[in-house]
């Protein structure tokens, strides 16, 4: 059950509901590609501007970089008790929880009215990524059969890549459009809408799984 033909494999990496039952739960080239997409648009594009806007917080060059260098020491000290925790429980149950935890610091950020309220947002958003680490790609690689794995990572490079090239300019244009208070939140309710998905498509696929493939991939979906 877990062979795939090589042209098959980006579609069911893909899909919600492709007919494997073990990588039905896989729509993680799309929330790469949407967490990046809408992650480094909040992060390089609205952030800066909402913490240096003189009637929010009016905060200096430096001390952007003070707050971003806080995000980066939350992901370094975190990294290493994230991967024991994915190798312990499997990465495919915190691809959902740390996608939510994300969505909560991006929405959070713009009710913050001060600059401690910001600074807990910022360290909340940093843990959502540091629980998300590399569990997409190791997720990949846990459900793709050996001889497909390279293929399956490349296509979450791709999806990444993707979600990169335009993530930026794409929330950017939507805080011309609507406010950067309603760009922010509505790519915390974009991230929502993920997360949810996949864990409801994890959730039909552990259902389906037989105990035997299960097995084999102990925490792989």
């Known amino acids: 059950p877990l062979s795939l033909p090589p042209l098959q494999l980006s579609h069911r990496l893909g899909s919600l509901q492709p007919p494997s039952p073990t990588l039905a739960c896989i729509s993680f080239p799309s929330s790469r590609t949407l967490l990046l997409l809408l992650a480094p648009g909040a992060n390089m594009t609205l952030l800066p501007l909402m913490l240096t806007d003189a009637d929010r917080f009016g905060l200096t060059p430096s001390q952007v970089g003070s707050l971003f260098a806080l995000q980066a020491c939350v992901n370094v000290i975190g990294a290493a008790p994230v991967a024991a925790i994915a190798d312990r429980i499997g990465p495919g149950a915190l691809l959902a929880p740390s996608l939510l935890v994300v969505a909560c610091g991006m929405a959070a950020f713009p009710l913050a009215t001060d600059i401690t309220q ?18 997409p790609s190791a997720h990949a690689a846990n459900l793709a059969p050996a001889a497909m794995r390279p293929q399956a990572l490349a296509v979450m490079r791709t999806a990444g890549d993707v979600g990169l090239l335009v993530g930026a300019t794409a929330i950017g244009s939507l805080a011309t459009v609507a406010g950067q208070d309603a760009a922010m939140q509505s790519s915390a309710a974009a991230l929502v809408v993920c997360a949810a998905a996949y864990a409801t498509s994890r959730r039909a696929a552990l259902a389906g799984a037989s105990p035997k493939v299960y097995s084999q991939r102990t925490g792989g979906i």
């Open 118 to 135: 910001a600074s807990a947002v910022l360290v909340l958003w940093a843990a959502g990524q540091t629980l998300l680490g590399s569990a």
